[in-house]
């Protein structure tokens, strides 16, 4: 076992702070990577505050995570010293039920190993995130980085990126499909990206008028205030697709008056109970209402070939590791476009 410096909180009330965690040997079918960029996610807060009530301490956050190939196993085919490479939500699955043959580790029958606060079957305890000098992860589960990408800008990818790329992908959105957005925070600034980069007419829906700019400078063509009874009705039955990334509970009611006969709304935000829904907007033209998560690794790496080939990245800021929790609190309160991205180089001082 090696001892590096970590990031991570005690207990859930605590602030983060500096401290060690152990990490296994390189072992025959790992990859060991030296973490030099690491994004931060409101997951890391709820886990921080265990806020879903899970959460295994001392918590060591960060599912983003961006570095280079230290060390390999001997039976790694795939990377080599030097690779840029990544790290997402999870880093082991059972490999062998349904789900995980399907390519989507995300859904595994038997639970995926998050990066953190996971079972961690090699040390035992449970796993720890990216907030820290260095990981070591099973190779299937470790992601390529295209070269022509921003590196620091790339991490966030690998957790807001995937969860708004997953759902557009598996709705198969195209080319003129009516998209909206809702929700302009760090997952609907990807959504907004991925849709039009996939030739979709998006649309930001969105309660602040003061996100008009904003959201045409990413890609939107137009934008709706839905606190607009006038303009939500100018809009009704007129979408083929919903991307809600709203991230609390709200009534998600009048976006369903939106869709298009047989058209869905996908939920990748909220994970917690919802306003109460009114089963004539569904039956009143076979609406959709579902969720998605992640991606799988087979679709993740195909969302980062696709944001290399679109020169895709998240907006960013750049902070040092010890302004995390000032951070924490600033994401908290809808204070950053879009995502904070730890430079790890900060955690050696």
């Known amino acids: 076992m090696s001892t590096i410096k970590a990031y991570g909180a005690d207990t859930k009330d605590s602030?983060?702070?500096?401290?060690?965690?152990?990490?296994?040997?390189?072992?025959?079918?790992d990859v060991k990577i030296k973490i030099t960029y690491c994004g931060v996610c409101h997951s890391d807060?709820?886990?921080?505050?265990?806020?879903?009530?899970?959460?295994?301490?001392p918590v060591v956050p960060g599912h983003e995570i961006i570095g280079r190939v230290e060390e390999v196993g001997s039976d790694v085919k795939n990377f080599k010293e030097g690779d840029l490479v990544?790290?997402?939500?999870?880093?082991?699955?059972?490999?062998?039920?349904?789900?995980?043959?399907?390519?989507?580790?995300?859904?595994?029958?038997?639970?995926?190993?998050?990066?953190?606060?996971?079972?961690?079957?090699?040390?035992?305890?449970?796993?720890?995130?990216?907030?820290?000098?260095?990981?070591?992860?099973?190779?299937?589960?470790?992601?390529?980085?295209?070269?022509?990408?921003?590196e620091k800008a790339v991490a966030p990818l690998l957790c807001a990126?995937?969860?708004?790329?997953?759902?557009?992908?598996?709705?198969?959105?195209?080319?003129?499909?009516?998209?909206?957005?809702?929700g302009l925070g760090g997952l609907g600034h990807m959504g907004i990206k991925f849709a039009h980069a996939l030739g979709a007419k998006v649309v930001m829906i969105t309660t602040s008028p003061g996100k008009e700019k904003d959201a045409k400078r990413l890609g939107?063509?137009?934008?709706?205030?839905?606190?607009?009874?006038?303009?939500?009705?100018?809009?009704?039955?007129?979408f083929d697709f919903?991307?809600?990334?709203?991230?609390?509970?709200?009534?998600?009611?009048?976006?369903?008056?939106?869709?298009?006969?047989?058209?869905t709304m996908v939920m990748v935000g909220a994970i917690e109970p919802l306003e109460p829904m009114?089963?004539?907007?569904?039956?009143?033209?076979?609406?959709?209402?579902a969720g998605s998560l992640i991606g799988g690794i087979k679709e993740t790496q195909e969302m980062l070939?696709?944001?290399?080939?679109?020169?895709?990245?998240?907006?960013?800021?750049?902070?040092?590791?010890?302004?995390?929790?000032?951070?924490?609190?600033?994401?908290?309160?809808?204070d950053v476009k879009y995502r904070f991205v730890i430079d790890m180089e900060s955690l050696k001082n």
């Open 305 to 334: 070939d696709f944001c290399g080939k679109h020169n895709i990245t998240s907006d960013i800021e750049v902070i040092d590791i010890d302004t995390i929790n000032t951070a924490y609190d600033r994401v908290k309160n809808s």
């Open 278 to 289: 009114h089963g004539g907007s569904l039956v009143m033209g076979r609406k959709r209402v």
């Open 15 to 29: 602030d983060l702070k500096s401290m060690t965690i152990e990490r296994r040997e390189t072992k025959k079918n």
């Open 45 to 57: 807060i709820h886990t921080v505050q265990n806020d879903w009530g899970n959460s295994k301490y």
């Open 220 to 238: 939107a063509d137009e934008v709706l205030i839905s606190k607009n009874d006038e303009d939500m009705k100018k809009h009704a039955n007129s």
């Open 161 to 182: 990126g995937i969860t708004t790329y997953s759902p557009l992908n598996h709705w198969k959105v195209k080319k003129g499909d009516k998209v909206g957005v809702i």
């Open 242 to 263: 919903l991307l809600n990334t709203v991230p609390v509970k709200h009534d998600i009611n009048p976006y369903l008056q939106l869709l298009k006969r047989d058209s």
């Open 86 to 150: 990544g790290v997402g939500c999870m880093v082991d699955s059972c490999q062998d039920c349904s789900a995980c043959n399907d390519d989507l580790e995300q859904f595994c029958e038997e639970g995926m190993v998050g990066t953190y606060n996971g079972k961690d079957k090699h040390l035992g305890g449970h796993t720890y995130g990216g907030y820290s000098e260095m990981i070591v992860v099973d190779e299937k589960f470790v992601l390529s980085i295209p070269d022509n990408l921003d």
